[in-house]
């Protein structure tokens, strides 16, 4: 079935994409990656970019299934099996149990995003939540968000591996990202209700 993979990267993951190419490349995978500069903003700021890119992929190539990757894995397998899922939406989702609660949190790691009404509702609902993203939130966050905002999406869960086509890394712990931590957040929203806070206190950090 027809399809591309596609995603972004930043010029000091440009390793991490050459390594990503070379696999796509071995499993005739067709594919359009973007190169981007670094935004300033921190790690969180730069993954929210993710909902423009897939909106700007959805315009190159209309009609066509969509696997999104995060430059930091390698293809395994036949993308090609992904490609005929029967959603709008595919992608893997943890579920954690902290104390007295339980979370799902949906990796962006790997999507499969298929030429539906509703993947483009939920997309653009995503980049929206993206534009102006709170404090220390990131992509998997505003997805999160931006599920509030559309009903009637079918989302079906994969696996870390997609079926064995794909192999995930951690590019961010490699690279020393520092990360928005809860403690953090709380710093922020103290700072902001004291009219405090400012553009600069996230300072930069690379893009995964």
């Given at each position: 079935?027809?399809?591309?993979?596609?995603?972004?990267?930043?010029?000091?993951?440009?390793?991490?994409?050459?390594?990503?190419e070379a696999s796509l490349i071995d499993h005739g995978a067709r594919y359009y990656f973007k190169r981007v500069p670094?935004?300033?903003g921190g790690w969180e700021r730069n993954t929210c970019r993710k909902a423009e890119f897939v909106l700007a992929a959805m315009e190159e190539f209309p009609g066509?299934?969509?696997i999104l990757?995060?430059?930091?894995?390698?293809?395994?397998?036949?993308?090609?099996?992904?490609?005929?899922?029967?959603?709008?939406?595919?992608?893997?989702?943890?579920?954690?149990?902290?104390?007295?609660?339980?979370?799902?949190v949906m990796q962006t790691g790997h999507m499969v995003l298929n030429p539906t009404a509703k993947m483009h509702e939920l997309m653009q609902a995503w980049a929206r939540r993206s534009a102006?993203?709170?404090?220390?939130?990131?992509?998997?966050?505003?997805?999160?968000?931006?599920?509030?905002?559309?009903?009637g999406v079918?989302?079906?869960?994969?696996d870390s591996t997609a079926y064995g086509t794909i192999k995930h890394f951690c590019?961010?712990?490699?690279?020393?990202?520092?990360?928005?931590?809860?403690?953090?957040?709380?710093?922020h929203r103290i700072l902001s209700a004291l009219g405090l806070a400012h553009a600069g206190f996230n300072a930069p950090e690379r893009a995964a």
């Open positions: 079935m027809e399809y591309v993979a596609f995603g972004w990267y930043t010029p000091d993951y440009a390793a991490w994409f050459h390594q990503l670094v935004l300033p066509v299934p969509l990757l995060d430059v930091d894995c390698v293809v395994t397998g036949d993308l090609s099996r992904l490609a005929g899922l029967q959603c709008d939406v595919a992608l893997n989702s943890v579920t954690t149990h902290k104390r007295r609660r339980v979370n799902v102006q993203p709170e404090y220390g939130l990131n992509d998997q966050e505003t997805l999160a968000l931006a599920l509030n905002d559309v009903h079918s989302i079906m869960h994969i590019a961010s712990k490699a690279h020393g990202v520092r990360k928005v931590n809860g403690r953090a957040r709380f710093k």
